[in-house]
């Protein structure tokens, strides 16, 4: 592509004339030009966690977001490849964040690994993927391609310990890689993690608080931005470290299980005896209001995998119920969608 190449801000008449073999092009036609014409970025969330909502993004957010990122992390002249879905927030920010600064972009469709046909010596120096690309990209052999780029952005979920230490074998402690932590609403990211560290550091003008449940408010004084998440969160002199999120606790016969502790606490218990993707979800019991089950990616062993937990974890904690999927359901951000995921389960 084609975008800022030669010159700043191209027209609408421009980006009319786009070529439509673009990768991605209709919804890249479709944020810059309502970006022009509107001063607003309109986008859709994700549906990770409830039914998708359309939202609208004031001018104003949107180039705060802008501003700060790039201040943050030192960007530069970069050449940008876009690849994860340009129409939601993650890959919308990319581009006009390319955009506002005058980077040089092209686009690839978000498959699994977008790197796989690229050459070695690319020349792309910033990058934003979720973390199952990272995932395919490391497991296709194609790390060398990853450590080209100047600065990795990863988005759009969680990042399974078994991921993040295949990224520190790749980039050392010293990484260009960096978690974000963020959500439509805030225009994408508002802190970043680099990879190996356990903090996020928040954005300069980003004032951080919780609740009495631990719950990170986000206060932005300069947009009147004032906003209670459902993320529980520790607050350091650096930032915060995740703790998991408020509506990821199961209530099963009047115990409330954190399921985001548990499956860093099973997490540690397999390391070294199984490797193992997997989430824990609650699903409505007659008996106990709700029941706990852990669904899990194949191949794996049933038996094998019930005989550690039921060793190493106390009964109460243990899932009453295993549930298998050949492949995971997830949204058009890359997110696993558990609810769906649990339909299309198999009971073990």
Same mark, same amino acid.
């Given at each position: 592509?084609? !975008?800022? /190449?030669?010159?700043? =801000?191209?027209?609408?008449?421009? &980006?009319?004339?786009? #070529?439509?073999? @673009?990768?991605? %092009? ?88 977008? !790197?796989? /046909?690229?050459?070695? =010596?690319?020349?792309?120096?910033? &990058?934003?993927?979720? #973390?199952?690309? @990272?995932?395919? %990209? ?88 004032? !906003? ?121």
């Amino acid at each position: 592509m084609w !975008l800022n /190449d030669h010159h700043l =801000n191209p027209s609408l008449e421009e &980006i009319g004339r786009l #070529p439509e073999t @673009i990768p991605q %092009i209709h919804a890249i036609k479709e944020v810059l030009s309502r970006w022009i014409t509107d001063d607003c970025l309109h986008l859709t969330t994700s549906g990770s966690t409830g039914d998708p909502a359309k939202i609208e993004l004031p001018g104003n957010l949107v180039r705060w977001s802008i501003q700060q990122t790039t201040s943050f992390l030192k960007l530069t002249n970069e050449h940008v490849l876009l690849c994860i879905p340009a129409d939601k927030a993650g890959g919308a920010m990319l581009l006009l964040r390319s955009w506002e600064n005058g980077f040089t972009v092209e686009s690839a469709e978000p498959t699994g690994n977008p !790197l796989k /046909d690229i050459p070695t =010596n690319h020349p792309y120096s910033l &990058i934003s993927l979720v #973390p199952y690309q @990272i995932a395919r %990209i490391l497991d296709d052999g194609d790390a060398s391609k990853l450590k080209r780029f100047r600065t990795i952005l990863i988005g759009g979920g969680s990042i399974h310990p078994e991921l993040e230490d295949q990224l520190l074998r790749v980039f050392g402690m010293d990484s260009h890689c960096f978690h974000t932590y963020g959500m439509t609403e805030t225009a994408s990211h508002i802190a970043l993690r680099r990879i190996g560290q356990k903090s996020y550091v928040p954005f300069s003008g980003v004032e951080l608080s919780v609740d009495e449940d631990h719950r990170l408010r986000i206060g932005i004084p300069a947009l009147d931005i004032d !906003l209670l998440t459902n993320d529980r969160v520790q607050l350091n002199p650096n930032g915060f470290v995740f703790a998991g999120r408020v509506d990821e606790v199961v209530n099963s016969g009047g115990l409330k299980i954190d399921t985001h502790r548990l499956s860093n606490h099973i997490q540690e218990i397999l390391s070294g005896r199984l490797s193992l993707e997997f989430v824990l979800v609650g699903e409505p019991d007659p008996r106990w209001g709700e029941r706990l089950v852990m669904i899990y990616k194949a191949p794996a062993d049933a038996s094998k995998l019930i005989s550690i937990l039921s060793d190493h974890l106390d009964p109460t904690h243990l899932p009453k119920s295993f549930r298998v999927v050949t492949d995971w359901v997830r949204t058009s951000t890359g997110k696993i969608h558990p609810a769906e995921s649990l339909k299309q389960s198999v009971k073990i």
